[in-house]
């Protein structure tokens, strides 16, 4: 397996941002890498998409070329909303293989395959199919993102729960501290919670991130936590 699922404790904790970060660091790394969102909802006409801002971090130039997108992106919606409700808006389905297809594709030309989830671990792509039960299907180990605050142990445990109840490798857990995120949340919880969280879970901290005005110039507050994962990623 080459690839990694990228999941979050919520929907607005980085996952974008620390996508792009692990993906422009194994470039570096000499890798070939593919960064691929199943679904992304919210689509706009104007303004980045997701996978417009993965390319940024791996330094491609221009927009993604039209040929590229059905395999990075295989679901776009417009609707700001989960998956299963963005799709029936448009009358549409999510279909489980069309993103294994597409996913096996990318596997065959690249290193390391970057899969981005939408929102939380089991946000549902339709119906009666959470995320976590097509990427234990793919056989895909995960990463966790936890935007830390007050309250994110919880959801991190929850997440790390879910990720081993399906049967997936969990590799570990990055934190991130969003802009503002020292605003309402003592020094002291925030500096606990990644301890804590490690302890509980029995998972490692692979890295935390600061918050950073500019993303795109994070590399080097990565690179620890790039680290960790590579040697973890092919243990795994």
């Avoid at 940024?56 to 059905?70: A, I, K, M, Q």
Wanted: proline fraction near 8%; include cysteine.
């Amino acid at each position: 397996m080459k690839g990694v699922f990228v999941t979050g404790t919520g929907t607005g904790v980085g996952k974008t941002v620390v996508c792009g970060l692990l993906a422009g660091f194994l470039r570096r790394k000499g890798m070939r890498v593919a960064v691929q969102k199943w679904v992304e909802t919210g689509v706009r006409p104007a303004g980045p998409s997701d996978i417009e801002v993965h390319r940024r971090f791996l330094g491609l130039p221009g927009p993604v070329p039209e040929e590229e997108l059905p395999d990075l992106s295989p679901y776009r919606f417009s609707l700001p909303a989960s998956p299963h409700l963005a799709a029936a808006r448009e009358g549409r389905r999510v279909d489980p293989a069309v993103i294994a297809a597409a996913y096996a594709r990318l596997e065959a030309r690249h290193d390391v395959v970057v899969v981005e989830g939408a929102g939380g671990f089991l946000v549902p792509l339709s119906e009666d199919l959470p995320a976590g039960d097509l990427v234990a299907r793919i056989g895909l180990p995960v990463l966790v993102v936890v935007a830390n605050r007050l309250g994110c142990v919880n959801e991190a445990l929850l997440t790390a729960e879910a990720v081993r109840r399906r049967g997936s490798v969990l590799l570990g857990m990055v934190f991130n501290r969003l802009p503002g995120a020292e605003s309402g949340n003592p020094p002291e919880i925030l500096s606990d919670n990644p301890r804590i969280a490690a302890k509980m879970a029995g998972a490692p901290v692979l890295g935390e991130l600061p918050a950073l005005d500019d993303p795109l110039a994070g590399a080097q507050a990565f690179d620890a936590a790039g680290r960790a994962f590579l040697e973890r990623w092919r243990a795994a």
